[in-house]
């Protein structure tokens, strides 16, 4: 158990729907990052937050959105889905901004019917 | 190409065998991690490479920075080591996170 939360586990929608992934850091963890795997694309950064702001964006679409809250948890919001936004979801937080070790959530899986 | 690139794709072992997984990229690094993705998706942080070498247990990493490369080695590998390997960099001077290879699958015959 890395100590990282993801909700919910699976999440099945349909096309042009919204919806909201939460990830919880480990205890102390001011980073929290977001990565998409999906079968095509393999792994691929999305978005970094350290301590409420944004560090780093990756190859996110302007469809998706993220935040981290004062509590340090994370929402990645993902609107208009298509069919290609099927994929797993991976939160991971680590203690600070740049080089450390990163510890990954347990992921959630979307598939977009 | 891709920035970061893995060989093999796929490896079967017999267990009890050494294993080596290769990892190399083009771009100038500030770190390289390797991670392990369970079957069932989970995927756990190995080790985090500057350079020289590491080891946890059964597990073993080595970087050379000039030669940008980076190997994963498994002593006497076990049925419980089947998965997928993934090396990742971080390029350095950026600001973006971590760039990915895809993978080795790994399976481990008993």
């Not at chain 1, 890395?2 to 099945?12: A, D, R, Y």
């Not at chain 2, 390289?32 to 597990?59: D, E």
Request: proline letters at 4%.
């Amino acid at each position: 158990d890395s100590g990282v939360t993801q909700t919910p586990k699976h999440l099945i929608t349909a096309t042009g729907q919204r919806v909201t992934l939460r990830c919880s850091p480990r205890s102390g963890d001011l980073s929290v990052y977001w990565y998409q795997q999906s079968l095509d694309q393999g792994l691929q950064f999305l978005i970094q937050y350290y301590n409420g702001e944004e560090r780093a964006k990756g190859n996110i679409l302007e469809r998706f959105s993220a935040q981290q809250f004062p509590d340090l948890h994370s929402e990645l919001n993902l609107s208009s889905l298509e069919l290609g936004d099927s994929a797993l979801y991976f939160c991971a937080s680590s203690s600070s901004l740049w080089d450390n070790e990163q510890f990954f959530g347990p992921g959630t899986r979307l598939t977009v019917l | 190409k891709n920035e970061v690139e893995q060989s093999p794709q796929n490896l079967t072992a017999q267990e009890g065998e050494f294993i080596t997984i290769n990892c190399s990229y083009s771009v100038g690094i500030s770190a390289l991690h390797w991670l392990q993705q369970h079957p069932g998706g989970g995927i756990v942080s190995l080790f985090m490479l500057s350079s020289g070498k590491k080891k946890h247990g059964r597990l073993i990493a080595t970087i050379n920075i000039q030669e940008k490369h980076s190997s994963l080695h498994i002593t006497a590998s076990h049925p419980r080591d089947s998965a997928v390997y993934i090396c990742a960099v971080r390029v350095a001077g950026s600001a973006r996170q971590l760039t990915f290879g895809s993978g080795t699958q790994l399976t481990v015959l008993p």
